[in-house]
């Protein structure tokens, strides 16, 4: 399949899938809703265990948004979770959206590509999780859709850059064409990492990198610019800053127009490759303002 115009292999598909409906899914649910769901759903209370939750499925349902402290976690799987009154499903679906988990679209957003009995009788007919049995045999343009919905993200144009700014660029940032239009297999790799593996500093393309060790590989490989006239040249490093100075979000530029960037550390995120002026339009976030730093060394390892 292609996503964002980068060809996406088997294995990693078959991931993904795995990411969107995993075997077991977590359920967040309040001391009262939980009581509920035991005493109405068969769910006994104290077989409830806490387990670690993956890099992945900690993107896959954006649970930096989820308080977890104060609230009770139920896994469950699709037999179990089908086995409960239909009340139940509705109040384990319902608290997802109150406790503001992600992945649980609406129904009327996928009327008509998934059976009814999946949408409007899995819950409360409004809102819905998806589940393995539902994306088993969906192709490549309906996981590409529903990829698209949870994070809407422009083609990579990488295949657009010539041969001429690869190499003009490659001095300063000799690793930057092997990333451009490639997936990471799996979460964890980020804007500050993407910049720095661009760079080839090792161990950089891997890593989910803190703001930090990005600050002082920038403190020693850049120098502050302060025009925008040095978005043609190939390694200007722009960095958005909140007010307090704290690094938010980081992409390089490749020279011609051209500039690589990661939007974030979701496996569901590429590196690619868009042109400067489209990368500065996605990134602005409110209370951020653009900085420039120009590299300075030709191999920055």
Not at 200 to 216: K, L, N, Q, S
Request: charged residues 25%; contains cysteine.
């Amino acid at each position: 399949m292609r996503m964002h115009n980068i060809d996406v292999g088997a294995d990693l598909r078959q991931r993904w899938l795995g990411w969107l409906a995993p075997g077991q899914q977590p359920f967040f649910l309040s001391e009262e809703q939980a009581e509920q769901c035991d005493v109405h759903g068969g769910f006994d209370l104290s077989t409830w265990r806490q387990r670690a939750i993956s890099d992945e499925l900690r993107d896959t349902y954006a649970l930096w948004r989820v308080s977890r402290d104060h609230l009770r976690v139920l896994w469950l799987d699709e037999p179990t979770f089908h086995a409960a009154p239909r009340a139940v499903r509705a109040l384990l679906v319902r608290a997802q959206v109150e406790h503001r988990r992600g992945l649980v679209p609406a129904v009327r957003a996928w009327a008509g590509h998934f059976p009814d009995a999946d949408l409007l009788g899995q819950a409360d007919g409004h809102r819905f999780v998806w589940w393995p049995s539902m994306l088993e045999q969906v192709d490549d343009a309906l996981l590409g859709l529903i990829l698209d919905r949870i994070q809407r993200l422009l083609p990579s144009r990488h295949g657009e850059v010539s041969d001429a700014v690869w190499e003009r660029a490659a001095p300063v940032l000799p690793d930057a064409r092997a990333l451009a239009g490639t997936f990471h297999p799996g979460s964890g790799p980020n804007c500050f990492g993407t910049v720095m593996a661009a760079a080839a500093v090792p161990g950089a393309a891997t890593a989910w990198m803190m703001p930090e060790p990005f600050e002082d590989w920038l403190a020693t490989h850049a120098r502050p610019v302060a025009d925008r006239g040095h978005d043609a040249d190939p390694g200007t490093v722009l960095v958005w800053r909140d007010p307090d100075g704290a690094a938010q979000h980081a992409a390089v530029t490749l020279g011609g127009g051209w500039a690589l960037n990661k939007p974030s550390q979701l496996w569901s995120t590429p590196r690619k490759v868009l042109p400067v002026r489209d990368v500065i339009r996605v990134s602005r976030a409110a209370g951020t303002r653009l900085h420039r730093y120009a590299l300075v060394e030709t191999r920055c390892r």
